[in-house]
Every structure is written in structure tokens, then in C-alpha cells.
């Protein structure tokens, strides 16, 4: 099963322009860069793997000054590596279509498919798309 970011490719995020603390040890990481990277593979995961994605991530609440952000998360990339992930699994038995989703609002670490004042319902809307395809 896999759960981003954890055993992700994390790629640095370039010319973002943040404010951080200047005792900020953590990272400011691409997510587009995962997205892309993973996307790429996909279609050559093991038949007993099963894909994960996440909506964002920002576990700044929790670590910190140590926190990993990924940068560029929104709701058409998800959709773009949801629907990426669904049609690597699309050959398999009914059983066995099964692709993980970490956001189950977890506001400790900006992983969270509920509404929001920055995309509204747009997270759920993809997810519903992707799912009913």
C-alpha cells in the first residue's frame, strides 16, 4: 500500500518564495515534482501494489520549524495523479481496484478533503469524477 509522501520521491521546490522563520531546519518540497514522478510509474507497480495519493501536506502544526511542505498542491494535479493511479489498477479484478487516499482531514498536516476557503469543494469534486469515470 502506498501512503504519500512516505516513500515518494521528494524534489525541491525552486523559486518559491516563502516566509519562513529563520530557524526553519525543515523543507519546502515540489508537489508537482511527486505527482509527476510518480505518475510516471504507475503504470509499472506490482499487481499486489496498491497506489496512494494525497490531497497536500504541510505538517507544520505538528513539527514545526522541522516541517516538509509540499508546494503547488491543488485540487486539478490531485486529479490528474487520482485518475492516474485509478487506471493503474483499472485492469485488475473488481476486489483489487483499490487506490489509497491520504486526506482524511488530517488538519495537522494539511491533508484533508473537506471543504475549504481556498478550493471549496473542488477536492470532493475531483475525487467524485475520478471515481465515477
Excluded: C
Excluded at 483489487?96 to 488530517?106: G, L, S, T
Excluded at 495537522?108 to 471515481?131: I, K
Amino acid at each position: 500500500m502506498s501512503f504519500p509522501p512516505h516513500s515518494k520521491e521528494y524534489v525541491g521546490a525552486r523559486g518559491v518564495s516563502a516566509k519562513v522563520s529563520r530557524r526553519f531546519t525543515g523543507q519546502l518540497l515540489s508537489y508537482w515534482g511527486m505527482v509527476r514522478h510518480d505518475i510516471r510509474r504507475l503504470p509499472d507497480i506490482a499487481d499486489r501494489h496498491f497506489p496512494g495519493v494525497m490531497t497536500a501536506w504541510d505538517n507544520t502544526p505538528r513539527r514545526q520549524e522541522s516541517a516538509h511542505l509540499w508546494v503547488g498542491a491543488n485540487p486539478y494535479l490531485y486529479r490528474r495523479w487520482l485518475l492516474a493511479a485509478a487506471e493503474a489498477v483499472s485492469e485488475r479484478t473488481v476486489h483489487e481496484r483499490i487506490v489509497f487516499i491520504n486526506a482524511w482531514n488530517e488538519w495537522a498536516e494539511g491533508a484533508v478533503l473537506e471543504p475549504s476557503n481556498e478550493f471549496g469543494h473542488a477536492y470532493l469534486q475531483a475525487t467524485r469524477d475520478v471515481a465515477s469515470a
